[in-house]
């Protein structure tokens, strides 16, 4: 059976891997080059609770973080190429006592739900060896957030790809799906026509260009440094100001990220590299002799809720999976999986229920 999957960012190549396995013939059509959307500009944490997630979508977002460590064991071995997955943990410091305060409900809440978690005093982050600046009052530990050097789980990704019978085609941009009698027919791109039994819209931030689904870019801008020894900060750090997270096999350190309601406005400015840095110092004020080694933007696929939109269509065969915002780079594996599993078995998940692109729309009686 054919299928074409519209986007080759983290969530496009994870599905075409795991269809691949099951002996379904793949073409992954992107627009320019694999993996250099959101996925290639991300900062890799794989953080529901740093991030703050609650409900169903903590449970969902927990389970793809467990599922993590075989993935990338996975791939690595597929593609020899290691991809720095960390189980370093994340510390969200905390400026007044009123982020102490919510820290204390988040706790709470996450060791309740028998998700560890650690409130800490000051002088306990400075004793992990973070030098944190006197505005720090004290913070959280969420021990089993971790990270993933997202860039180099992508370029894993791409080998897969490349080196499997997956069939790619960069520089190709689908212009249109076509439909006829409500059941997915073709795409059409600025190279040529493309046939499939079904298609996977995968096209973060541009895939309401494509269907009308509620889709929207939320811009991030980021940057790097690098510290004078490997390792130097022992943790992530998350907080209101800027998030801070030391690479597991290298002096570099990213630092996120703006949330910028432009559109698809292109490039780095100086007010949002202003706030990265200001952050940074407000938090490791150690840091501020640094070299900085880049600077780079990406666009979030949103959604009104901040759920993803996945599972079926209105049209058959087609099949949606996009909208995921914040956590692209922690949801891919369980995306995947419920994906693989709608199309090979007809498998609905009781998760695909809410993340219906449906939910936007009032429905008619
Ligand atoms: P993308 O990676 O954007 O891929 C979509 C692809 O579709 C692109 O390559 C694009 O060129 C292609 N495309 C679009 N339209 C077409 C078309 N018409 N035809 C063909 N191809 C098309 N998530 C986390 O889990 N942890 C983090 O720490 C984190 N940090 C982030 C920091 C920033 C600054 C940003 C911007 C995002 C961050 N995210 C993070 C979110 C995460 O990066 C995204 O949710 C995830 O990458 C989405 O993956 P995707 O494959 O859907 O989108
Ligand atoms: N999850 C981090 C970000 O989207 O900036």
Redesign the pocket.
Known sequence: MKGII?????????IARELNKLGYEITI???????????????????PQA?GLTGDFLNFSVESREMYKEFVQQIEKETGYEVSYYECGIVCPAFSEKEMENLFKRVDYYNKLGLESKILTRQEILDMGIKISNFVIGGAFFPHDK?VD?RKL?VSLVKYAKNSNITVKEL????FIEVNNGIFQR?V?NNGTFEADFCVL??????G??EPIKVFP?????LSFKTKIKNEISKILYSSRA?I?PRKDSNLVVV???QENVFFKEGNTVSGIFLLLKGLLETLPSTKDYEITET??????ATPDGL?ILGKSEIKNLYY????????????PITAKLITQLIHKGEESPYLKMFDFSRFYIKEE
């Open positions: 519209v986007g080759g960012g983290i969530i496009g190549l994870s059509l992107e627009k320019n080059l694999l993996g250099r959307g959101a996925s290639w500009a991300a900062g890799g944490m794989l953080a991030e990270q997202n992508v190709t941009e689908v212009k795409v791109t995968a096209a973060g931030a541009w895939s260009e494509l939320i811009k991030g801008q980021m998030y997270i996120g990220a703006t780079w933007y990406g666009f979030r696929p993803p999976a996009t909208g995921h915002y914040r956590n692209g780079i922690l949801l891919a």
